[in-house]
């Protein structure tokens, strides 16, 4: 089959090419040479993009419900976990009031074999300032939190009071510090509740610091002890 021998266009047998025409025809492509001859090829259709829309349609759904589900969980597991740290914190209180009226307990039984004196009711405290109707002098009082330490080492790292009645801790109330409202009891112990104050006067609030909890207890173990006969001590558990 011919070629234009002005423009390299392939024609068909007797065809005039149009290029002579004075039309100006488009820029022929680059011609191959096969065995030495130029052969033209089609221009190649470029392929169509596919749409993506259908994968949206998955994706958007799937994303709301991943939300939907994790609102649900974290409005169930956040106020689980608030409430389960919570009760770690009370218990770990009520752990520490039980040790260091435990300590004041074995002190006092120390002090009572070596014949000093112990009787009467007294509050005694981490912080001398608390301190309410001890019997004992100077010395004596630092070998007391000197012995307490001994069967309570961390005696000098936590804030705490116990009420002591006749040689003998009745009630005992411990935090990290007087104004935490994370506050140990014992013998009743604390609760998610609110702390239990001493005697018949007790009852539970929440948010009351170790520092109002001395207030509230000392005022109960005033009245309690205005309350005594002359053999004993009315409290009440």
Not at 111 to 133: K, L, T, V
């Amino acid at each position: 089959m011919p070629y234009c021998e002005y423009c390299g266009r392939q024609v068909a047998e007797n065809e005039v090419c149009n290029c002579r025409s004075g039309a100006v025809p488009p820029p022929p492509p680059a011609p191959v040479y096969v065995n030495g001859q130029p052969a033209y090829t089609a221009p190649q259709a470029q392929p169509k993009k596919q749409s993506l829309w259908w994968i949206w349609l998955i994706i958007i759904p799937m994303m709301l419900l991943v939300l939907f589900i994790g609102g649900i969980l974290a409005a169930i597991l956040v106020p689980a976990y608030i409430g389960y740290n919570k009760k770690a914190e009370i218990t770990s209180a009520n752990s520490n009031a039980s040790s260091v009226y435990k300590a004041v307990n074995t002190a006092l039984v120390e002090f009572d074999e070596e014949e000093r004196n112990i009787n009467g009711a007294y509050i005694i405290a981490s912080d001398e300032e608390y301190n309410w109707n001890v019997p004992f002098e100077d010395d004596d009082l630092a070998e007391f939190y000197k012995r307490i330490n001994n069967y309570y080492s961390d005696s000098e790292k936590y804030e705490w009071f116990v009420c002591i009645e006749g040689g003998v801790a009745t009630y005992s109330a411990e935090a990290e510090s007087w104004s935490s409202e994370v506050v140990g009891t014992y013998p009743n112990r604390a609760t998610i509740d609110g702390p239990r104050l001493y005697g018949r006067y007790s009852n539970e609030m929440d948010k009351m610091s170790l520092s109002l909890v001395y207030n509230r207890s000392s005022d109960n173990f005033s009245r309690s002890i205005s309350e005594k006969t002359e053999d004993n001590y009315y409290t009440f558990y």
